[in-house]
């Protein structure tokens, strides 16, 4: 009377195994997926450092002066499925002592909308009816070679096309650069219209989507006459303390991917596995020991 508690014990070992089979598929196809998004409680600074070339109406020509940047970007809730994040670009001139803020002309403040899954924005719910991708996707290089970036000064989503493959301090990663030319704008205080070109280089982690490094030089120019002349110049790049901050956020990412996407779907499958074969194998050897 006591033999069908082995077989019952062993027939749960089997469904054990195939329960872990079935959760570690649905973590790489559902669980993790709904996961991988930007959290509600996202919230970082980037430095920025670099110089500015302006026109001055009184004399005629063009002032150079060195300039840091800052952008801080918060989280402040959904909408509508959207995440929502504010964001605010202060500039100060650093050639004065103490430095001159002046981000009544070249700073800016906003709210985006992105889809915190696909970081693409969502243009019905952003403020401004932003298009393309807040930031890089992952999964970047010869076989993902562009993708849409927006560009506040443009007002539009530029083309950012992968260059070539690079080693920055270690690690791996692709550069892309976003390269357009005479890219019609507004003033927003003239309503005149000005011409703007800009590059940008983006050294981005593919594993994870993190840009690394950025520099931008940026020229906004008028038509006067029949000529093109500049009225601003602006040459700009991470900090150095931004770059080192960020390259900690891709290898904690990748880390947590690596984990997420790898280690525990594959340890619930193998599991698993191992579990239902060796229940298969006892339940083998007791119907031969039975014959």
């Keep these: 009377m006591a033999t069908p508690?082995?077989?019952?014990?062993?027939?749960?070992?089997?469904?054990?195994g195939v329960v872990l089979v079935i959760l570690g598929v649905l973590w790489i196809t559902?669980?993790?997926?709904?996961?991988?998004?930007?959290?509600?409680?996202?919230?970082?600074?980037y430095y920025f450092e670099?110089?500015?070339t302006v026109v001055n109406p009184a004399t005629q020509s063009m002032d150079f002066f060195p300039i840091s940047q800052t952008l801080a970007q918060k989280a402040n809730g959904t909408n509508d499925g959207a995440l929502l994040i504010h964001e605010k670009r202060t500039v100060f001139r650093t050639d004065t002592t103490p430095p001159t803020d002046i981000s009544s002309i070249y700073g800016d403040e906003s709210t985006l909308a992105i889809n915190a899954h696909t970081l693409m924005f969502i243009p019905n719910i952003d403020e401004r009816h932003r298009t393309g991708y807040w930031g890089p996707p992952r999964g970047?290089?010869?076989d993902k070679s562009s993708f849409d970036l927006w560009n506040e000064g443009a007002h539009a989503a530029l083309p950012a096309n992968y260059v070539r493959d690079e080693e920055f301090r270690g690690m791996r990663v692709v550069l892309f650069?976003?390269?357009?030319?005479?890219?019609t704008i507004v003033n927003p205080q003239s309503q005149l219209p000005l011409?703007?070109?800009?590059?940008?280089?983006?050294?981005?982690?593919?594993?994870?989507g993190t840009v690394v490094d950025q520099d931008s030089t940026t020229t906004?120019?008028?038509?006067?006459?029949?000529?093109?002349?500049?009225?601003?110049?602006?040459?700009?790049?991470?900090?150095?303390?931004?770059?080192?901050?960020?390259?900690?956020?891709?290898?904690?990412?990748?880390?947590?991917?690596?984990?997420?996407?790898?280690?525990?779907?594959?340890?619930?499958?193998?599991?698993?596995?191992?579990?239902?074969?060796?229940?298969?194998?006892?339940?083998?050897?007791?119907?031969?020991s039975a014959a």
Excluded: C, H
């Design 220 to 288: 906004t120019s008028m038509s006067m006459a029949g000529n093109i002349v500049p009225l601003q110049i602006s040459n700009v790049r991470y900090a150095e303390s931004t770059i080192v901050d960020l390259m900690g956020v891709a290898k904690d990412a990748a880390r947590m991917l690596l984990l997420f996407t790898i280690v525990i779907p594959w340890v619930l499958i193998g599991v698993g596995i191992v579990l239902f074969l060796i229940d298969t194998m006892f339940i083998r050897r007791r119907r031969r």
């Design 30 to 45: 559902v669980i993790f997926p709904s996961l991988d998004k930007v959290p509600t409680s996202y919230a970082r600074t």
């Design 195 to 208: 011409m703007m070109s800009t590059t940008i280089n983006l050294w981005i982690d593919p594993k994870t």
């Design 5 to 16: 508690k082995p077989r019952k014990r062993r027939f749960v070992v089997s469904i054990v």
């Design 177 to 183: 650069r976003i390269d357009e030319g005479n890219i």
């Design 50 to 52: 670099g110089n500015f």
């Design 140 to 142: 970047l290089g010869k």
